[in-house]
């Protein structure tokens, strides 16, 4: 009888555990954002034709740009990135990134806007910039949190 216990037991705890597992991971969610969302953002970038894919993805609490850039020969791909990163100043900001959060129901801010510029061949990244809506590093801490709004953008190693 007791062996028969010590088994229920232990697959009532390996049932929790894989249970917690599942509940925990599947919490952080990579969410991809509708183009509708974002259209005239896209239509600005493709009007050089170099601009080949855009996609925007969420993970709380960050939200990714993605642009994979298709750089011919004998094009200045500094300028494209220039470009690129100067219309991505003009549509992050908090009123585009609150209906961001609303689409994926994440009740805060989003935290950080991260672009990155791929080349669309070798998916080699060219460029890297983030912004954040926090000026402080430490969102949690909001008594010395001081609100930047996307408007600081920082190039970052990739």
Same mark, same amino acid.
């Given at each position: ?33 509708? $183009? $509708?969302? !974002? ?63 609303? !689409? ?22 060219? $460029? ?11 969102? !949690? ?18």
């Amino acid at each position: 009888m007791e062996r028969s216990t010590m088994r229920k037991s232990s697959l009532l705890t390996v049932v929790a555990v894989l249970c917690l597992s599942m509940s925990l991971s599947s919490c952080s969610i990579t969410r991809t954002i509708p $183009a $509708a969302l !974002y259209k005239d953002y896209r239509t600005e970038l493709k009007k050089n034709n170099l601009v080949r894919n855009t996609k925007l993805t969420f993970l709380r609490p960050r939200l990714t740009i993605s642009v994979s850039l298709n750089v011919k020969e004998g094009a200045n791909a500094e300028n494209e990135i220039a470009r690129i990163l100067e219309a991505t100043k003009a549509y992050v900001t908090v009123d585009n990134m609150s209906v961001i959060a609303k !689409y994926v129901r994440w009740p805060e801010e989003i935290w950080t806007v991260t672009l990155e510029v791929t080349d669309v061949s070798s998916k080699s990244i060219f $460029a890297k910039y983030r912004a954040s809506y926090f000026a402080s590093r430490d969102a !949690y801490d909001q008594s010395s949190v001081v609100i930047d709004g996307y408007k600081t953008w920082e190039e970052v190693g990739y």
